[in-house]
């Protein structure tokens, strides 16, 4: 029962560097999420899938790009890293039945720094 | 548009005492209502939910009732933990929103011996 893994658990970028943070999950759920989470600011949305195939914005997009690869997977991608993007990143899932009662799952996050 | 306000921290509490963390929202229908939970150096998870109105959701000693008419959704424990100390945050599911799931922006508990 892996639920939702994200790799890598840590990783230091130099400014102008690019990367790809990888999630996937074994749930068979159709929404996945990302997210980072900084001092005093909470869980901000970056980008959502809430099907295989779709991709949408979030509060905050500007720098990411994502990708749906598959039902399991979901990417963030930084193409020129900055040292405002230094932050915690979660990926969650959740099942969607229609009715919007289903919690998320969360992997365990990514901390990535920007130097 | 539709959004969450939550009661900002850090909150303090010794042992025992009382716990309340306030969560109001705004929306055009009727959200469900979840509170989820992060202990240091961990993801999120479920504390609770309620998913129509007057439900009441609770797990571990903490509840949280759904008041339609003032678009409450309030956390409550009668008597923290040392173990509660975590970030809580509270997070309305806005169904019309195309599946876009967001969070308030978290409250810190502490809780001392």
């Known amino acids: 029962n892996a639920g939702v893994t994200q790799t890598p658990k840590f990783q230091v970028l130099k400014t102008g560097q690019s990367m790809t943070l990888q999630c996937a999950q074994d749930?068979?759920?159709?929404?996945m999420y990302w997210y980072r989470q900084d001092p005093g600011m909470g869980l901000r949305l970056i980008y959502y899938s809430a099907s295989e195939g779709t991709t949408d914005k979030g509060e905050v997009p500007n720098g990411y790009n994502v990708s749906r690869l598959n039902k399991r997977e979901f990417s963030l991608r930084l193409e020129s890293a900055a040292p405002s993007q230094t932050s915690v990143y979660f990926c969650?899932?959740?099942?969607?039945?229609?009715?919007?009662?289903?919690?998320?799952?969360f992997g365990q996050g990514t901390r990535l720094t920007v130097v | 548009g539709d959004s969450v306000t939550q009661m900002e921290g850090p909150v303090t509490l010794s042992e025992e005492a009382f716990l309340t963390i306030n969560c109001t929202y705004t929306?055009?229908?009727?959200?469900?209502l979840f509170w989820y939970v992060q202990y240091p150096g961990e993801g999120l998870q479920l504390l609770l939910k309620a998913t129509k109105a007057d439900d009441k959701g609770s797990n571990k000693g903490f509840e949280a009732t759904y008041r339609k008419e003032t678009t409450s959704f309030h956390l409550e424990k009668g008597s923290v933990q040392v173990s509660d100390s975590a970030v809580y945050f509270c997070?309305?599911?806005?169904?019309?929103?195309?599946?876009?799931?967001?969070f308030g922006q978290g409250t810190e508990l502490s809780v001392k011996p």
């Open positions: 969650a899932s959740r099942l969607e039945r229609g009715t919007g009662t289903t919690e998320a799952f």
């Open positions: 749930m068979n759920h159709n929404s």
């Open positions: 929306a055009t229908g009727y959200p469900s």
């Open positions: 997070a309305p599911f806005f169904y019309n929103q195309g599946g876009k799931l967001i």
